[in-house]
């Protein structure tokens, strides 16, 4: 089945999503790898401003790709899978160009990613790099939706007063 497992990852919960059901699918297969990829992409409002995005800022960006592919390879290793890591600097324009440079490089049998599911509006400004991922790639993709986040009600103060 699936022994070369490629799983994007940037530290939201629709990345987690979609990397615990490839660990799921891992440990079925004696044997399989799972490959970790975290791009670290330009920030959309700064592109354009690639010099400015020097120092600190860069410094972080880094640290906290970093710290995320650390958790997500111990998680997976917890579960008696193996795992590797690749973190890629900012030499693409979108996280999708950096996925699909390391689907033909690495030959994954099954790339696993998680989806916010956007639809409409929120897709067309956002952009989506899993659709250019999944219409891209020649390998199986599994797309793993993420759960949906209770609603917490209206914010503010409640406008009704309780009666005593």
Do not use: C, Y
């Amino acid at each position: 089945m699936h022994k070369r497992i490629l799983v994007p990852i940037d530290g939201s919960v629709a990345a987690d999503a979609g990397l615990r059901e490839a660990i799921k699918l891992a440990s079925a297969r004696r044997g399989a790898t799972i490959r970790l990829l975290h791009v670290l992409e330009p920030l959309p409002a700064l592109q354009g401003m690639e010099t400015v995005i020097t120092g600190p800022l860069l410094e972080n960006m880094t640290a906290f790709g970093r710290k995320i592919l650390e958790n997500a390879k111990a998680l997976v290793k917890r579960n008696g899978i193996r795992a590797e890591t690749v973190f890629q600097n900012r030499s693409q324009k979108r996280a999708a160009d950096g996925i699909l440079r390391e689907a033909r490089s690495w030959e994954p049998d099954l790339i696993v990613m998680g989806t916010n599911g956007q639809r409409g509006l929120s897709r067309a400004v956002l952009g989506s790099d899993t659709e250019t991922v999944a219409r891209a790639v020649t390998v199986p993709i599994l797309l793993v939706r993420a759960p949906a986040l209770p609603f917490a009600g209206p914010v503010g103060p409640s406008r009704k007063r309780r009666r005593r």
